[in-house]
């Protein structure tokens, strides 16, 4: 059988080689593709440590998700997708069949599967197979890493400010705002006329998020001891924010983001950390009518969506220089020690 190079996953929490591995061919209803682009993230790792499932069962891996490339076969029963189509992947596995899924909102599938790159083989690899209802067309003049970025990077940042409604005259707190998820969302939050607070506690991070946002984009620091206060004084009127999201599950940081919050604001977390909560009296949600809700990734439909802001330049991507897959342990080695910023782009 064919070979190809692939980044393996032994077992959860394990190191992540570089192996030889059969080239996989798609079953009924799968197309395989020739992976152009992959971005190295944050969700990556999280799923490489057991954060999304641990089930010894599902290793050995290839993890990888938010990718892009070139369809080159396809199984039996597909008939929508063609060899040579340039598409991108969704990272759920959902039935398509439930009331969710048929009402558009994919995100909410009742009979979800699991995640791609995790209950199956994913694109850290010369080429991987996906389920066809998986795969998305990559819009003209989107390049292959735009088209990794928008599939979770710029997809779920889309999701929180349709979810939130956020427009011209909202303030938007980012609270770990030199993340991927963090810049994309500062990016789109300001295109559609927010100011924005990007808030991290990291000064190499606040120094990214500066030179690659644009003017609406404020960095905040999140050490400074009055920072309620800061983030109340960059809002008219000094009423704080009216949308503050929470990317990274940090419990004081979201309680300084409740207590400056304005009056019918809205919280947002799209984090996942076991056994971390926080709840407010109820009170307070009644006396300022204030919301708490959680953001779970994009639709099928907003992930073309990001795409298509990238492929006309409303919003742009955020990555670094591509690497090779023999670099891809390294990476994941800095992700975990903290020293990244933005996105870096396997290029198989």
């Known amino acids: 059988m064919p070979q190809m190079d692939a980044v393996v996953l032994e077992e959860w929490g394990g190191d992540l080689a570089v192996q030889s591995v059969d080239r996989p061919e798609p079953d009924a209803g799968e197309v395989r593709v020739d992976v152009r682009a992959c971005a190295i993230t ?10 999304l499932s641990d089930d010894p069962a599902h290793t050995p891996r290839i993890p990888g998700h938010e990718f892009a490339g070139v369809v080159d076969a396809i199984g039996p029963g597909v008939s929508d997708v063609e060899v040579g189509d340039r598409v991108l992947a969704y990272f759920y596995l ?39 209802a998986n795969v998305l067309p990559l819009p003209d003049g989107a390049s292959f890493a735009a088209g990794a970025v928008a599939t979770d990077g710029l997809a779920t940042p889309l999701h929180i400010c349709e979810k939130t409604d956020v427009g011209d005259d909202d303030t938007v707190l980012v609270i770990g705002g030199g993340g991927r998820i963090g810049v994309h969302l500062s990016k789109l939050a300001a295109a559609r006329g927010a100011h924005v607070l990007a808030a991290d506690v990291r000064r190499d991070r606040l120094d990214h998020v500066d030179a690659v946002t644009p003017d609406a984009v404020t960095p905040v620091d999140g050490r400074e001891s009055d920072f309620t ?3 109340a004084e960059e809002t008219p009127d000094g009423v704080g924010p009216t949308v503050a999201v929470d990317t990274v599950g940090d419990v004081d940081a979201l309680r300084d983001a409740w207590d400056a ?30 919301t ?4 779970r990734y994009a639709t099928k439909d907003e992930v073309v ?14 990555y670094g220089d591509a690497v090779g897959l023999s670099d891809v ?20």
Not at 42 to 51: F, P, S
Not at 261 to 290: C, D, I, K, N, Y
């Open 94 to 132: 959902t039935c398509g069949r439930c009331d969710r899924c048929r009402r558009g909102d994919t995100n909410q599938c009742l009979n979800f599967g699991g995640w791609f790159g995790v209950h199956r083989d994913g694109a850290y690899a010369e080429a991987t197979t996906i389920p066809a």
């Open 292 to 295: 708490i809700r959680g953001s």
């Open 329 to 348: 342990p390294e990476v994941h080695r800095d992700l975990r020690a903290g020293d990244t910023a933005g996105v870096t782009i396997l290029e198989p």
């Open 229 to 231: 206060a800061r983030l």
């Open 42 to 51: 944050r969700t990556i790792e999280n799923a490489v440590q057991g954060g």
């Open 261 to 290: 919050l304005a009056m019918g604001g809205q919280v947002v977390t799209l984090t996942t950390h076991h056994e971390r909560s926080f709840a407010p009296p109820l009170r307070a949600f009644v006396e300022r009518e204030t």
């Open 305 to 318: 969506r990001a795409a298509r802001l990238l492929a006309d330049g409303r919003v742009t991507a955020d």
